[in-house]
């Protein structure tokens, strides 16, 4: 069980610390969050790559199997 703060200092350095480690979370969120935007436009990019290459194929397709006048 932790202690109780008896005074007004005691509990002021308690929630400096409380402050202290919301702050470090912060910052190991915000950095979570900058390493997850570089996965998503990688991610983004193959998608897109990949349905470029099924574009082109159909389109290919097309081109060839037309009627020729």
Do not use: F
């Not at 436009?41 to 037309?66: E, N, P, T």
């Amino acid at each position: 069980m932790a202690m109780e703060p008896r005074t007004t200092r005691e509990k002021l350095l308690s929630l400096y610390g409380h402050i202290k480690g919301v702050k470090k979370d912060i910052a190991n969120m915000h950095d979570c969050i900058e390493n997850l935007g570089g996965k998503i436009d990688k991610i983004y990019w193959v998608l897109l790559a990949a349905v470029g290459a099924v574009a082109y194929l159909v389109i290919d397709k097309l081109i060839w199997s037309w009627p020729q006048i």
